[in-house]
């Protein structure tokens, strides 16, 4: 879904900041424009935890771009994936060889994580 965003622009020594009208309290800074979506995404994921229903829908840009206090910067339309934000986990079927099993778990108790949270944790590794 589509929001607007309000960025602060950087420079040299300072990262772009950015501001979530629809969202007090929610906050992001990337060094460059490449760096703002998942920055983005990533403070939207953060400040929504464990509550997407909480998330409001998307105020028009044309309203909050006659607000006097969003001046010196620039309005960006940010596409946030709100599906990310469902962290209900789901109980999967998967069948793996013998030897790997051990060897996550073996990996994974010495990480001091479970089994499914190192699996999960490889899956976001490998898609990114």
Known sequence: MLYPVYVH?????HAHGVTFPDFPG??????DWEGL??????????HFH???????PPTPLEQLARDPQY???VWLLAEVDLSRLDARPVRLNI??????VQRIDAWAD????????????AAQ???R
């Open 9 to 13: 622009m950087g420079d040299a020594t």
């Open 26 to 31: 929610c906050f992001a800074a990337a060094d």
């Open 37 to 46: 979506p998942n920055a983005i995404q990533d403070a939207v994921e953060a």
């Open 50 to 56: 464990d509550e997407p229903e909480a998330v409001p």
């Open 71 to 73: 001046e010196g910067g």
């Open 95 to 100: 069948s793996l060889p013998a030897h790997l």
């Open 110 to 121: 010495a990480h001091h994580m479970t089994r499914s949270g190192f699996l999960a944790k």
């Open 125 to 127: 590794e490998a898609m």
